[in-house]
């Protein structure tokens, strides 16, 4: 699947979700903040590596592996910056972002997993 395409279905995903979530959520802005912070966060990190397995998938094993894990603890590091900067810099509740930023990394890792494993079938069906 190509970055557009994934990058339409991620904020499609998001924005349908965190409108569903809205309804549960508490109305204080902290934690309504807290949540969409945590879903915005989670795109990034799916399409940052979704980006970066389509730009290595067609290199080296090598630049691949590089690619791939290198970017994992770039996007850790990144990941935790940015929890730190919610939590300490705009003093939104803990709970709450942990709470959206693992429910839609675990979403989109599934979807990410899924969409990469239907991508590999092909093609080796083309081969």
């Known amino acids: 699947m190509s970055l557009l395409r994934y990058s339409i279905l991620v904020l499609g995903v998001t924005a349908a979700t965190l409108a569903a979530v809205w309804l ?8 309504r ?17 979704h980006a970066l397995v389509q730009w290595s998938e067609r290199r080296s094993m090598p630049v691949f592996l590089g690619a791939v894990l290198g970017g994992m603890l770039g996007r850790m590091a990144l990941m935790l910056a940015a ?3 919610g939590v300490f810099g705009l003093q939104l509740p803990r709970l709450p972002l942990v709470v959206s930023l693992v429910a839609y990394f675990i ?3 599934v979807m990410e997993l899924t969409i990469q494993h239907r991508h590999a079938g092909r093609a080796a069906a083309t081969r």
């Not at 903040?33 to 399409?47: E, I, Q, R, S, Y």
């Open 107 to 109: 979403l989109f890792l």
């Open 33 to 49: 903040m807290a949540v969409a912070f945590g879903a915005v966060l989670a795109a990034l990190n799916t399409l940052t590596a």
């Open 83 to 85: 929890v730190a900067v």
């Open 24 to 31: 549960l959520v508490p109305r204080e802005a902290q934690v």
